[in-house]
């Protein structure tokens, strides 16, 4: 079967990506700060998917959706739409996750942003250094490489 031949099957599992993303991949798929497809049959990378599909909504304080949200608003949103809880705020999310370390850490977890103990923003890790996240008023949701190195894992239970 030729690559050509296989371009109807991987458009309909593709969504939007055009014949020539899929042709110039190999026949793969790839998005950007998205899961695969063998992935996404997990609620993190399910709720990874749901942050992103939330891509240029304005960032509110205080608010959980579904079209403005605030960092931890974001994370509760999109886990609470593939039916796991979290709490409302950054710091309590953070006591409600298995910490892990940033080696066992996958697409779908969660990344807390600390000084000293106190932890202050939260976004859902991406893959390749990056999150999705709410970053600040004036901002959107948005793809971001992580830029500093005192961050936290946890995994949602």
């Known amino acids: 079967m030729t690559a050509l031949n296989r371009v109807p099957s991987l458009m309909v599992r593709a969504g939007t990506a055009s014949a020539l993303t899929i042709a110039a991949v190999g026949g793969s798929v790839v998005v950007p700060g998205v899961a695969s497809d063998a992935a996404a049959a997990t609620p993190a990378t399910k709720?990874?998917?749901?942050?992103?599909?939330?891509?240029?909504?304005?960032?509110?304080?205080?608010?959980?959706?579904?079209?403005?949200?605030?960092?931890?608003?974001?994370?509760?949103?999109?886990?609470?739409?593939?039916?796991?809880?979290?709490?409302?705020?950054?710091?309590?999310?953070?006591?409600?996750?298995?910490?892990?370390?940033?080696?066992?850490?996958?697409?779908?977890d969660l990344v807390f942003f600390h000084s000293g103990s106190s932890v202050y923003h939260v976004g859902i890790y991406a893959g390749k250094g990056k999150i999705w996240h709410a970053p600040k008023t004036g901002d959107v949701v948005r793809l971001q490489k992580i830029w500093t190195k005192s961050v936290w894992y946890g995994r949602v239970k």
Do not use: E, M, W
Request: with cysteine; net charge positive; aromatic share 10%.
């Open 47 to 108: 709720a990874l998917q749901v942050a992103a599909s939330k891509k240029g909504s304005p960032y509110k304080y205080g608010a959980t959706g579904p079209r403005r949200f605030d960092c931890s608003g974001l994370t509760l949103y999109s886990f609470k739409k593939v039916g796991k809880k979290l709490p409302r705020t950054a710091a309590q999310q953070y006591n409600k996750t298995r910490h892990i370390s940033s080696k066992s850490r996958k697409a779908g």
